[in-house]
């Protein structure tokens, strides 16, 4: 199952740019996101092709009842063999796992950045996405992150901490001295 939504993001110039995002639910991880200054129902449906391109798409679809999931939304879910599942109006809590996504990357990311432009968006995002699949621990999986880590032991050297999203985060691994 995966869900899709969006996101409003501010810029310097107080231009709005609108992120979609696609978290999967198995293992947290983020399948497709992409920004634009204008999301219109037909680039919506272009972001749902792009999200499955090649691999066979999750069965079921979580979604709010906005009017950007139109029929060209609708008709590429059919065509990909999705199961939309609509949630209830005024409802977030019915889709937990991309609500919680978009407030820990508020938190997390957007909240200590200025964004500047559309391109500077994306590179924050990459990089926060990077941070949050490969390091950042989730504790619905056990304190791993989306991508499973290996298990430094003590004898592999001393931590040293990277800095990750510009150095709003930190990575620590282990290194021989």
Request: with cysteine; net charge positive.
């Amino acid at each position: 199952m995966v869900s899709v939504d969006f996101l409003t993001v501010p810029t310097l110039n107080f231009r709005v740019f609108y992120v979609f995002a696609v978290p999967s639910h198995v293992r947290r991880k983020i399948l497709h996101f992409n920004v634009t200054d204008t999301p219109l129902a037909y680039w919506t449906a272009q972001q749902l092709r792009e999200a499955f391109p090649f691999a066979s798409p999750p069965r079921y679809l979580l979604h709010d009842r906005d009017g950007i999931y139109g029929l060209d939304f609708q008709h590429d879910a059919q065509a990909l063999d999705l199961e939309e599942v609509r949630m209830s109006p005024r409802s977030p809590w019915q889709s937990p796992y991309v609500e919680r996504f978009i407030g820990s990357l508020r938190r997390e990311c957007l909240d200590h950045v200025i964004v500047l432009n559309r391109a500077h968006l994306y590179r924050v995002m990459g990089s926060y996405f990077a941070y949050y699949h490969g390091w950042r621990t989730h504790l619905a999986l056990d304190k791993d992150a989306p991508e499973p880590r290996q298990i430094q032991p003590p004898r592999d050297g001393k931590i040293v901490a990277f800095p990750e999203v510009g150095g709003l985060h930190h990575r620590y691994e282990r290194q021989a001295a």
